[in-house]
């Protein structure tokens, strides 16, 4: 959601040599950043602390406004991603959705090219969803390769994903041989974290029954999380808890007994204000912990 008279940020399309586009092989991943400058500095040596906003499936760097403008009115520089194949922006891809260990190396990889152009100071990673799996992935969460396979398999149901109906299928259908996708899925365990994140704020978490606890029991960065109490989408049980409970030192609570998945982005949430009052919360979390 973009606000009347926002500033518009600086936009970058960046290109990972590393990996591939998903449409068109012989082309490297584009990673495209939406970059914003501190409304107010904090009172600290330059540079701002940055925070890296990863958005929710789906969706895009460019529509997490309720996220980034408390976190640049509190001082923060703010890099948000778009996810390749997972973005209204491009457009989507299977792997977009179900390769979801792409997402914190795209997020390392916008770091390592800031970091060129000049100190990045202390780094936050803030997230909504999936994002908020990805910004946990990024201080150690892992993703087991086993329940990923039983997912692809089909011996444990996946969810309907209303944004790519069939997604499933459609990545069958472009990878057809099973040893070929379980080498993919084998890449899911690797560890994705990254020492530059010092802190981690979710935002109605996914991907919660995918991580294994004993990655979580080893993230050692605070991390604070808010959740729906009417979140049908990732129920605080399946999706929340796991991080809640596992992450040594966690913290967090519901943003409201009502408050349902798509209050966060929604055109017309049934609570309007939640979004931007988390936002707060994550702009006042990431000032105790990076200032």
């Keep these: 959601m973009t606000t009347a008279g926002q500033e518009q940020p600086r936009i970058r399309v960046l290109y990972d040599e590393s990996r591939r586009d998903l449409r068109e092989p012989e082309r490297p991943?584009?990673?495209?950043?939406?970059?914003?400058?501190?409304?107010?500095?904090?009172?600290?040596?330059?540079?701002?602390?940055?925070?890296?906003v990863s958005h929710g499936t789906g969706g895009s760097g460019?529509?997490?406004?309720?996220?980034?403008?408390?976190?640049?009115?509190?001082?923060?520089?703010?890099?948000?991603?778009?996810?390749?194949?997972?973005?209204?922006?491009?457009?989507?891809?299977?792997?977009?959705?179900?390769?979801v260990w792409e997402r914190p190396r795209d997020v390392s990889f916008a770091l390592d090219a800031?970091?060129?152009?000049?100190?990045?100071?202390p780094v936050g990673a803030a997230g909504f969803s999936l994002g908020a799996y990805t910004a946990a992935a990024l201080a150690g969460a892992r993703v087991s390769p086993e329940a990923l396979w039983a997912v692809?398999?089909?011996?444990?149901?996946?969810?309907?994903?209303?944004?790519?109906?069939?997604?499933?299928?459609?990545?069958?259908?472009?990878?057809?041989?099973?040893?070929?996708?379980?080498?993919?899925v084998d890449g899911a365990g690797a560890d994705l974290s990254d020492r530059r994140v010092r802190a981690v704020f979710q935002v109605a978490p996914g991907?919660?029954?995918?991580?294994?606890?004993?990655?979580?029991?080893?993230?050692?960065?605070?991390?604070?999380?808010?959740?729906?109490?009417?979140?049908?989408?990732?129920p605080y049980e399946t999706d929340t808890r796991p991080y809640l409970e596992h992450i040594p030192g966690a913290s967090g609570h519901s943003a409201g007994p009502g408050v349902?998945?798509?209050?966060?982005?929604?055109?017309?949430?049934?609570?309007p204000a939640v979004r931007f009052r988390v936002g707060g919360e994550a702009a006042d979390f990431f000032r105790r912990r990076l200032t």
């Design 152 to 184: 692809f398999t089909g011996a444990v149901p996946l969810p309907e994903t209303p944004e790519f109906p069939g997604v499933l299928e459609a990545l069958r259908a472009k990878y057809p041989q099973d040893e070929a996708s379980r080498h993919a």
């Design 207 to 234: 991907s919660g029954g995918l991580v294994t606890p004993e990655s979580l029991a080893s993230v050692q960065v605070p991390v604070e999380i808010r959740w729906g109490g009417a979140d049908t989408v990732n």
């Design 62 to 99: 460019s529509d997490m406004d309720w996220l980034v403008r408390p976190l640049r009115e509190a001082g923060f520089r703010v890099a948000a991603l778009d996810h390749h194949g997972n973005n209204f922006v491009d457009g989507y891809e299977p792997e977009g959705f179900l390769h």
């Design 260 to 271: 349902r998945h798509d209050d966060f982005f929604a055109a017309e949430p049934a609570d």
């Design 114 to 121: 800031l970091a060129q152009e000049g100190p990045l100071g």
């Design 29 to 52: 991943r584009p990673v495209r950043l939406y970059l914003w400058e501190p409304r107010t500095p904090v009172a600290t040596p330059a540079p701002a602390p940055l925070i890296a």
